[in-house]
């Protein structure tokens, strides 16, 4: 995959469930894109299953210098967290929270059983989630006179520039999106279109 394209899902995974000799694994997929979203879905899911013993997750988030964590809430050592995210590398997936809430069933699995039982909650969680191709994207504001308005939407159709917002009031002002790889060179059509002001949104 390029460098400015990955993979994510768009929206929260149905709930799934694995069983293993009683215990029982409910696994949830959600598109996150920082750690205090990585929190609200773990207390929603605290709320939902106040009786369950472990909440254990693992997260990645970023692209070009992704940062990622797993955590065994409780389980021995690497017996959750790590199976969990090495399921999120295997689909080569980012900006993705996976959380598989256990409910133990009396029976001990041991460390290979809970890797087992954690790997595959993860990989059902996957799959039930809907996995888009995204692309790295900056955003750059226009800001122009309605005068110069078909030549700056001559330039929107032809390069097939997504408007984000538009704002017409005594000027026109545009937010658009443009992927990482092409950015500057959309950058400096606009910066030489006479009488339009180009700059990034941060």
Avoid at 163 to 188: H, P
């Amino acid at each position: 995959m390029e460098n400015d394209a990955y993979k994510t899902i768009e929206k929260p995974s149905e709930e799934t469930l694995f069983k293993d000799r009683n215990s029982k694994f409910f696994g949830y997929a959600f598109p996150v894109k920082n750690e205090e979203e990585v929190k609200e879905a773990l207390v929603g899911l605290q709320k939902k299953h106040h009786a369950a013993r472990h909440f254990c997750y693992a997260w990645k988030i970023g692209v070009e210098n992704p940062r990622f964590r797993a955590n065994d809430d409780g389980e021995p050592n690497n017996s959750a967290g790590m199976p969990i995210y090495g399921q999120i590398q295997s689909y080569n997936v980012t900006n993705i929270l996976i959380v598989s809430v256990r409910y133990f069933g009396g029976t001990k699995l041991g460390v290979g059983g809970l890797i087992n039982a954690y790997k595959t909650s993860a990989q059902y969680a996957l799959e039930a989630s809907e996995i888009i191709d995204k692309t790295l994207n900056i955003e750059y504001q226009l800001t122009f006179g309605y005068d110069v308005m078909n030549k700056v939407m001559r330039v929107i159709k032809e390069k097939k520039i997504e408007i984000i917002k538009q704002d017409l009031a005594l000027d026109c002002k545009y937010v658009i999106s443009i992927r990482k790889k092409e950015a500057q060179a959309i950058f400096t059509i606009f910066e030489n279109l006479y009488k339009v002001e180009i700059k990034e949104v941060r």
